[in-house]
């Protein structure tokens, strides 16, 4: 079983920055891709970012190119996700997610592990 645990949410002023951080723990070694997904109120859940888990490989959703950068930090099993010039649009719950695909996917029902996502609030 792995186990997903998002934090770094809060509340921003627009063209602010804020960090999320996702913590993988328990049986990793399974892990290939963990993903950041997005879900704002009456929206569906849609794709952001994702990484390999060997960090090599990284894919962005066009909304998030040139403003978010996501990271691994390899010895503490963590994923980054670095969000700048952040925009109201941008206000939603954050969820991080792992695959066992060999393959970045953008797709929510190809990753079986989730945590229980933070808000972030991006006020204009």
């Known amino acids: 079983q792995v186990w997903l645990r998002e934090s770094g949410g809060g509340l921003v002023q627009a063209g602010g920055s804020l960090r999320l951080s996702c913590v993988v723990s328990?049986?990793?070694?399974?892990?290939?891709?963990v993903g950041w997904f997005r879900q704002a109120p009456g929206k569906e859940r849609e794709f952001v970012a994702a990484?390999?888990?060997?960090?090599?490989?990284?894919y962005y959703a066009d909304s998030a190119k040139g403003r978010f950068t996501i990271s691994r930090d390899n010895p503490w099993n963590t994923v980054h996700l670095q969000m700048n010039s952040l925009k109201p649009e941008d206000t939603a719950v954050y969820s991080c997610?792992?695959?066992?695909?060999?393959?970045?996917?953008?797709?929510?029902?190809?990753?079986?592990?989730w945590g229980q996502g933070t808000q972030v609030t991006v006020s204009s």
């Open positions: 328990g049986r990793t070694f399974s892990t290939n891709v």
């Open positions: 997610a792992r695959s066992q695909v060999v393959d970045i996917t953008t797709t929510p029902f190809t990753y079986d592990s």
């Open positions: 990484i390999t888990w060997s960090g090599g490989v990284t």
